[in-house]
């Protein structure tokens, strides 16, 4: 159990006006404190009753007025954090609950550092550190499918996933350790194809749930879309029709769009980062060739490439330099309103090979279809399955290590090193799988872990 003396408080809701704001206080003396300033609107009231809501006045000791508000007190050790704590729900502006906050400063709270509720939660293990995590993925979720990961996490369930891993290594570290000690003892023998299986077995599982972090990336951060190909394509046109506002600057002057430009769509649920980027050429402008060379970049770590071809002018060496060398790309033929049917290019290698969609930025036509494909292909490259466990890049790093040294332990194994040496890895990867639920914590791993949290959370 944590043995925090000290009560801490807060404002729990944002910045920002709002019919309520949420002051917090959390530890020993949070229902001192709130007794302290809390002035109920019943006559004989003594003392709040847990888990209930009372409505009355908060007043500084000279008895100015503070607010009307409704507090709750919810008791140690069941409430969010463990410890006591005390909700005054205020009025939602920022000087009210920065007033309330410095009178509970006054009453001996102190305030509280960025995470600090969460991290008493976890320190008295009222959640383990996946769940903590998925607090600021469930708050940070920019749609419901990243909502829906978040939540499972939450609800435990990537710590026991992560507890089932650690258990089979644990076994296994079991009947190394009497094999070791027991070495002429047949019967207790671990057979090293026996181990090599039941480490391979953990491995390959572990590897399975690190690499859901890749598939999981699109739904948490957003799926990369760039727009590329040739000056005057119409890349910045299709960019304003999916936003559906004029975001970037057109003209027929081709080299218009010179740094590129990102702004974030939601494609059905699905979060996208749609970028427009300056077209591809020779050219001798400087300004014009780091615009390019940012195209470049943006297109090396594209999840998707959107190359708008001009289909009057027909694709130039620029485009099937990309079309031969990108994998994740789809060819949009654009300004077909300027030709009669479908351009004779399309007939040539490599475009007739290629998903194709044909569309006019300019009058809007076709926009939806592409919208359709994009969100079909980025979804079948990167959506888990619905309950995929996704863990972070803490989660995903320690999975990635641990999963290494079975690795190397299954590679020293065949080459006829000694169990004693071998059980050094199987360690480490029991601690690595331990340090993401934080049954093993250190101070770096808490800091890494909660100091990204905001202030009242
Ligand atoms: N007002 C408010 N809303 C909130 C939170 C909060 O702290 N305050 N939460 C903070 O992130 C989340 C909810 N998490 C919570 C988890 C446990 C308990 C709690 O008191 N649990 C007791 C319930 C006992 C009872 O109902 O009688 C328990 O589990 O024993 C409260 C909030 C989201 N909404
Ligand atoms: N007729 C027709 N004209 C279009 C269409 N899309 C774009 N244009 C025109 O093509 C010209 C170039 O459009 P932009 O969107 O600026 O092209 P860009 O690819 O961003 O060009 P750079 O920024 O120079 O690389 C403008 O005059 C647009 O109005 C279309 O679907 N049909
Ligand atoms: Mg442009």
Same mark, same amino acid.
């Given at each position: 159990?944590?043995?925090?003396?000290?009560? #801490?408080?807060?404002?729990?809701?944002?910045? &920002?006006?709002?019919?309520?704001?949420?002051?917090?206080?959390?530890?020993?003396?949070?229902?001192?404190?709130?007794?302290?300033?809390?002035?109920?609107?019943?006559?004989?009231?003594?003392?709040? %009753?847990?888990?209930?809501?009372?409505?009355?006045?908060?007043?500084?000791?000279?008895?100015?007025?503070?607010?009307?508000?409704?507090?709750?007190?919810?008791?140690?050790?069941?409430?969010?954090?463990?410890?006591?704590?005390?909700?005054?729900? /205020?009025?939602?502006?920022?000087?009210?609950?920065? =007033?309330?906050?410095?009178?509970?400063?006054?009453? +001996?709270?102190?305030?509280?550092?960025? *995470?600090?509720?969460?991290?008493?939660?976890?320190?008295?293990?009222?959640?383990?550190?996946?769940?903590?995590?998925?607090?600021?993925?469930?708050?940070?979720?920019?749609?419901?499918?990243?909502? &829906?990961?978040?939540?499972? %996490?939450?609800?435990?369930?990537?710590?026991? =996933?992560?507890? !089932?891993?650690?258990?089979?290594?644990?076994?296994?570290?079991?009947?190394?350790?009497?094999?070791?000690?027991?070495?002429?003892?047949?019967?207790? /023998?671990?057979?090293?194809?026996?181990?090599?299986?039941?480490?391979?077995?953990?491995?390959?599982?572990?590897?399975?749930?690190?690499?859901?972090?890749?598939?999981?990336?699109?739904?948490?951060? +957003?799926? @990369?879309?760039?727009?590329?190909?040739?000056?005057?394509?119409? %890349?910045?046109?299709?960019?304003?029709? #999916?936003?559906?506002?004029?975001?970037?600057?057109?003209?027929?002057?081709?080299?218009? $769009?010179?740094?590129?430009? !990102?702004?974030?769509?939601?494609?059905? &649920?699905?979060?996208?980062?749609?970028?427009?980027?300056?077209?591809?050429?020779?050219?001798?402008?400087?300004?014009?060739? @780091? +615009?390019?060379?940012?195209?470049?970049?943006?297109?090396?770590?594209?999840?998707?490439?959107?190359?708008?071809?001009?289909?009057?002018?027909?694709?130039?060496?620029?485009?099937?330099?990309?079309?031969?060398?990108?994998?994740?790309?789809?060819?949009?033929?654009?300004?077909?309103?300027?030709?009669?049917?479908?351009?004779?290019?399309?007939?040539?290698?490599?475009?007739?090979?290629?998903?194709?969609?044909?569309?006019?930025? %300019?009058? *809007?036509? *076709?926009?939806?279809? @592409?919208?359709?494909?994009?969100?079909?292909?980025?979804?079948? $490259?990167?959506?888990?399955?619905?309950?995929?466990?996704?863990?972070?890049?803490?989660?995903?790093?320690?999975?990635?290590?641990?999963? !290494?040294? @079975?690795?190397?332990?299954?590679?020293?194994?065949?080459?006829?090193?000694?169990?004693?040496?071998?059980?050094?890895?199987?360690?480490?990867?029991?601690?690595?799988?331990?340090?993401?639920?934080?049954?093993?914590?250190?101070?770096?791993?808490?800091?890494?872990?909660?100091?990204?949290?905001?202030? +009242?959370?």
């Amino acid at each position: 159990m944590n043995t925090n003396s000290d009560t #801490i408080v807060a404002i729990a809701t944002p910045p &920002g006006q709002g019919a309520i704001g949420i002051v917090r206080l959390s530890g020993p003396a949070a229902g001192e404190i709130a007794r302290g300033l809390f002035h109920s609107s019943r006559p004989g009231f003594t003392a709040f %009753k847990p888990y209930h809501l009372h409505h009355g006045q908060l007043r500084d000791p000279e008895g100015n007025f503070l607010d009307e508000v409704l507090a709750a007190f919810m008791p140690g050790p069941g409430s969010f954090t463990g410890e006591d704590v005390v909700e005054l729900q /205020c009025h939602g502006g920022g000087a009210v609950l920065r =007033r309330v906050v410095e009178e509970c400063l006054e009453h +001996g709270a102190r305030l509280a550092a960025p *995470g600090e509720f969460s991290k008493r939660a976890f320190l008295n293990s009222r959640m383990d550190l996946t769940q903590a995590e998925a607090i600021m993925e469930l708050v940070g979720a920019p749609t419901a499918v990243a909502v &829906g990961l978040a939540g499972s %996490k939450l609800e435990g369930l990537l710590a026991r =996933r992560i507890g !089932e891993l650690r258990a089979g290594l644990e076994s296994l570290r079991v009947q190394l350790c009497v094999a070791v000690d027991f070495p002429e003892d047949e019967v207790e /023998c671990l057979a090293p194809e026996d181990l090599a299986r039941g480490v391979a077995e953990v491995c390959e599982a572990m590897t399975e749930l690190a690499d859901n972090y890749d598939r999981g990336r699109c739904w948490r951060d +957003g799926a @990369l879309v760039v727009l590329a190909g040739q000056v005057n394509a119409g %890349k910045s046109s299709l960019m304003n029709a #999916i936003l559906g506002i004029n975001r970037a600057i057109v003209t027929d002057i081709p080299g218009t $769009t010179r740094d590129y430009l !990102e702004e974030s769509v939601q494609i059905d &649920g699905l979060p996208v980062r749609l970028v427009d980027t300056a077209g591809l050429r020779a050219s001798l402008d400087s300004v014009e060739l @780091l +615009g390019i060379e940012r195209s470049r970049e943006l297109l090396g770590r594209a999840d998707l490439v959107l190359l708008v071809i001009d289909s009057e002018l027909g694709p130039g060496a620029e485009d099937l330099d990309l079309a031969l060398n990108t994998d994740n790309l789809l060819v949009v033929a654009n300004k077909m309103d300027l030709v009669g049917g479908e351009p004779a290019w399309l007939d040539e290698s490599p475009w007739s090979e290629r998903e194709l969609c044909p569309l006019s930025a %300019k009058h *809007g036509h *076709g926009v939806s279809d @592409l919208l359709a494909a994009i969100r079909r292909i980025v979804a079948a $490259t990167g959506a888990p399955e619905s309950g995929a466990l996704v863990p972070n890049l803490r989660q995903h790093t320690a999975l990635v290590r641990a999963s !290494e040294e @079975l690795a190397q332990m299954l590679d020293e194994l065949a080459g006829g090193l000694p169990y004693d040496i071998l059980s050094v890895r199987l360690d480490t990867a029991c601690v690595l799988l331990a340090e993401i639920t934080g049954e093993i914590s250190s101070q770096e791993v808490l800091s890494a872990v909660f100091d990204g949290f905001c202030i +009242g959370k």
